[in-house]
């Protein structure tokens, strides 16, 4: 999904990867804030990617098993960060966190994620 949307991530410490992108009109929803779909989409894909970047090295990859996401003010600026945290690494699951700002450090979304890992 990262590739789809362009995506493009950085470590911003040892467990810790973050993803940037410009709001667009296309993200809109009819209330002129940030569909919660995208916002969603973004939360799991960063958690996701940090998840898969940590897995062990005889993984083959990682998918979503649960997210819960809490959508905290709406999505309007120029820009929504999207930051990750790992909370846990197992053999089988994966957890972490996620915060979503703007540009101004307004916190939109926070979500949670655990993760299968594919053996």
């Known amino acids: 999904m990262s590739g789809f949307l362009g995506l493009k991530g950085s470590f911003v410490g040892e467990d810790e990867y973050e993803f940037s992108i410009p709001i667009t009109p296309f993200m809109m929803n009819g209330a002129g804030m940030v569909h919660g779909g995208i916002t ?44 990750a945290k790992l909370l846990r690494m197992g053999s089988s699951l994966a957890s972490a966190s996620c915060e979503i700002r703007n540009e101004k450090n307004h916190l939109i979304t926070h979500a949670t994620a655990t993760f299968f890992i594919i053996r």
């Open 40 to 83: 969603a989409t973004l939360a799991d894909s960063v958690m996701g990617s940090l998840i898969y970047k940590r897995m062990p090295e005889d993984a083959k990859g990682v998918v979503t098993a649960d997210m819960n996401v809490r959508y905290l003010a709406p999505g309007r600026g120029k820009q929504l960060i999207s930051r």
